[in-house]
């Protein structure tokens, strides 16, 4: 089993930044990818960025492209996600997921979510 804890979820006005962290503990070792997804109210969960743990490998979502930045640390088992030029669109619960094997399917654990509110 592997454990998600996300931070740093906030209220933030347009055009500022935030840094979202995800805290990962248990059986880490067999994480292949980490991604962050995000859920407005009303509307589905979507995927907005992966990391591949070892490589470093990353891949966005074209809405978020050239302004959110995921990256991890290995030594703390933390994948971050550095959010600029934040828009009210922005606005949903941030969820972090990993995935035990290759490619790009569905997600083995998932986090518990943290808010992140854009003011316009």
């Known amino acids: 089993q592997v454990q998600l804890v996300e931070s740093g979820g906030g209220l933030v006005q347009a055009g500022g930044s935030l840094t979202l962290s995800c805290a990962a503990s248990g059986r880490t070792f067999r994480t292949y990818r980490m991604a962050w997804f995000r859920q407005a109210p009303g509307k589905e969960r979507e995927f907005v960025a992966t990391?591949?743990?070892?490589?470093?490998?990353?891949h966005y979502a074209e809405s978020v492209k050239g302004r959110f930045t995921i990256s991890r640390d290995n030594a703390k088992n933390t994948v971050y996600l550095q959010m600029n030029s934040l828009k009210a669109e922005d606005t949903a619960v941030y969820y972090c997921g990993s995935r035990e094997r290759p490619g790009t399917g569905n997600y083995d654990y998932w986090g518990q979510g943290t808010q992140v509110t854009v003011s316009s």
């Open positions: 990391i591949t743990w070892n490589t470093g490998i990353t």
